[in-house]
């Protein structure tokens, strides 16, 4: 910030001290307004930006008090420094309980507001730049869209913040309802492309026979029904982002296709002879194992590694339970604002509950949970008593509860269930281990024990 670009407000109701510091902050090469009482500053303050604001405290009418408390209420950014006549202790404590910067006593030394004022523009610019670099680390970091401070999610913002500037095809991996397209969103909009189309088509939704036609569009006369030409997703597309979800629904004739596509970076209408050219970033998704399907012969494996340049998995929501309250809190001011409520947080009890649920639907379960809540919800805090019956009454679902195939040891099966609930407890309790004890009915000891037999790490 340069000092000519630097506004200071002078309030005071003196006109030889408003002349005063004009003429010197004007030699200083600041720009300088004067205000001979509050009424006349709020006017200056709603019609320009200040950066410091200089008052003093005793002037008639209003004082420096109210207008300090006015600034703070519309510019919090700007600097307020008092300047009173009246050196009480009481004054100035209060000045600076209502966030005044700092005060200066009359007769002040020109020196002493110099340096006040100086320093006080350097807190200024050290606010401001803190602020910015927040707001860039976290655009970089976790985008808008997404929710969680979890290690596994933190380690979907990096990779996303890695790959979105780059040409480079992504592949989404994750169990239905996760949020990949969430994270194809993400990529697209920290891309050099988030100015362009981002359009995302499920391709298990659409019937075999029409994928190809709405992929890559139709020429007049093409088949029954084509009565006029259309275009498809990727011209759509053209210059941005083509999300591709449920890529492993895609019939492999059609995948030969959208490999030649991939390749040459041209795509032929059905029913069409020329080709057309089109610059679009693919991003995929799948719940499969699609190394599984290349195996099984149900999918290419040129396309998959066309595809599988970089691959970004998304945690299942049993992978990250530590995110749950900062979810629900998520959904809940969403659909507050989306039904017009006033819904303030969710009760305990019934945090706990859904903390306890082991969500096969992942995220998307979970924002149903919400918003079905929500909706019931009469008394500004959502209670246990309006949760879906699945949530307050759970049947078991731990993953290895079942007997494999091919049998096995039931020591080896029991110790599996047995580390899966002592890490959840850890989880539930936010690795406090003598609340993550309570919660499994056993002595901190025993659990501790427990914990070593199992050679779990204490830290959770």
Do not use: W
């Not at 919400?370 to 008394?379: D, M």
Request: with cysteine; charged share 30%; aromatic share 6%.
């Amino acid at each position: 910030m340069s000092q000519d670009a630097v506004r200071i407000l002078v309030v005071d109701d003196e006109r030889s001290m408003r002349e005063f510091l004009e003429i010197f902050f004007a030699r200083e090469g600041y720009q300088a307004v004067t205000a001979g009482d509050v009424d006349t500053a709020l006017l200056a303050l709603d019609s320009d930006d200040f950066d410091v604001v200089i008052s003093d405290v005793q002037m008639p009418d209003k004082d420096g008090l109210e207008l300090l408390r006015a600034v703070k209420e519309a510019a919090p950014e700007t600097v307020v420094i008092m300047i009173t006549a009246f050196a009480t202790t009481e004054t100035a404590i209060e000045a600076m309980k209502q966030g005044a910067y700092d005060y200066v006593t009359k007769p002040f030394k020109v020196d002493e507001l110099r340096l006040v004022v100086e320093k006080a523009l350097e807190k200024k610019l050290l606010t401001s730049e803190n602020r910015r670099l927040r707001s860039e680390l976290e655009s970089h970091t976790r985008p808008r869209s997404l929710v969680g401070t979890s290690n596994a999610m933190q380690q979907v913002y990096e990779l996303v913040s890695q790959v979105a500037c780059t040409k480079t095809n992504v592949l989404v991996s994750g169990e239905s309802g996760t949020g990949k397209e969430l994270v194809a969103r993400a990529i697209h909009d920290q891309s050099g492309r988030k100015d362009h189309p981002f359009v995302a088509v499920n391709c298990g939704a659409i019937p075999e026979n029409l994928l190809e036609s709405e992929l890559f569009g139709h020429v007049k006369g093409a088949f029954t029904g084509a009565f006029q030409n259309k275009a498809g997703l990727f011209e759509s597309a053209d210059g941005g982002t083509l999300f591709l979800d449920e890529i492993g629904e895609v019939p492999l004739s059609l995948q030969v296709k959208l490999l030649r596509v991939i390749q040459d970076k041209h795509i032929r209408k059905v029913g069409g002879n020329g080709d057309d050219p089109v610059d679009v970033r693919i991003v995929a998704a799948t719940n499969r194992d699609l190394q599984q399907e290349v195996a099984g012969g149900t999918f290419r494996e040129d396309l998959f590694y066309r595809l599988n340049v970089i691959q970004i998995h998304v945690p299942s929501l049993r992978e990250r339970m530590e995110d749950v309250p900062l979810l629900v809190q998520h959904f809940i001011q969403k659909f507050a604002r989306e039904l017009g409520k006033e819904i303030e947080s969710i009760d305990d009890e019934a945090l706990a509950r859904i903390q306890a649920y082991d969500f096969p639907g992942n995220v998307r379960e979970l924002e149903n949970t919400i918003e079905r809540a929500a909706a019931l919800c009469q008394e500004g805090r959502i209670g246990v008593e309006i949760l879906p019956p699945a949530i307050l009454d759970p049947r078991p679902t731990l993953s290895s509860s079942r007997l494999p195939l091919e049998g096995g040891s039931l020591d080896d099966m029991l110790a599996k269930i047995e580390s899966e609930l002592l890490r959840e407890a850890l989880v539930r309790s936010g690795g406090v281990k003598k609340k993550a004890a309570q919660l499994l009915g056993v002595s901190f000891r025993s659990f501790r024990y427990r914990l070593e037999k199992l050679g779990i790490d204490e830290s959770g």
